[in-house]
């Protein structure tokens, strides 16, 4: 009687084996690789501000001192992937360079002398592109010049600056009634801050505001009214009326498609123009306003306080840039 063969082959137990054994290897080879990747970008952005630091240390060498107004300037055409800001009037002078490779970004300043993980204030990093908040003195950390308030038909109030208890900050802006309004149709009730936008025609924009109020059931919208250099009112557009509810901060926002030729500034408002009146002794609060460039997209705010976010200006009281928080 003969033997009879046994099959040969692998079990399906033994196949399971091997698949999970080829699954670890791979793993272990792309998390291998992608260190290998990462650190060659974390390198060629050393290498760049390092290069590039070497080039304006020079350059201040040769003029007493005084960091070049731009990396062309220093020698430096190819600026791919760098970033530069300097202050030649501050005591001591500054500057900071940003290099980024990828989404990994080193920065050397006249402060931190060697490439440094991160960005240098008011740059985009790793990765990001700075923005800028094109709203003046946004939150209102300085005293307010720049405003304008309607109280509504027949109101009588005030409109100060209000410290502590702030959004963003401490101050805030607040519109006070000694005198309530009969009516708050047609010119409503409102609060604003300007934001300067330079060379605005063809582009979009994103604007947003923080509004508080004490008493209920009135519907409020964030108005941005459009200027030119004469004061002359180009047009304006509105959010969607939101009836939000008393003493809570609630953040409004409309996007901007494109603006009128011509635009110098725009005034952002928060009005109320329908709904319950305020009486007397209400309170409507408006804080931390921002207008950015891109109307597909609402930053999280912040303005020169925020981190890795610098004044384009006065301290408070001037547009600022910075990366998205």
Known sequence: MKKQ????????????????VIGILAAITIVAFNGVQDKAKRSAAQQLVSQANKKVLAYAAQNSDMYPPDLAAADINNTTGLQYSYNNTSSPKTYGITATSSNFSYY?????????????????????????????????????????????????????????????????????????????????????????????TGKSYMASGYIRNSWAGAGFTLNPVYYNSANTVLGEMYSNAVTIPANTWTRLSVAIPSVPAGTDYITIRIRANNG?????????????FMLTEDSNTLQNYADGNSSNWIWN???NSSTSTGSPQ
Request: avoid cysteine; charge should be neutral; hydrophobic fraction near 35%.
């Open 5 to 20: 063969k046994q099959p040969t082959g692998f079990t399906i137990v033994e196949l399971l084996i091997v698949i999970v």
């Open 108 to 200: 050397i300043s006249n402060t931190a002398t060697q490439p440094t993980s991160g960005g240098y204030i008011g740059h985009g990093v790793n990765g990001s592109a700075a923005i800028t908040n094109l709203a003046i003195n946004p939150s209102f950390e300085s005293n307010a010049t720049s405003i304008s308030a309607y109280y509504g038909t027949g109101g009588v109030g005030t409109a100060i600056r209000v410290t502590p208890g702030g959004q963003s900050g401490s101050g805030f802006l607040r519109l006070n009634w000694t005198t309530p309004p009969t009516s708050m149709t047609s010119s409503g009730l409102w609060l604003s801050t300007n934001a300067s936008t330079p060379n605005s």
């Open 276 to 288: 319950t009146l305020p009486s007397t002794g209400s309170n409507f609060d408006v804080d931390a």
């Open 313 to 315: 200006g006065a301290t």
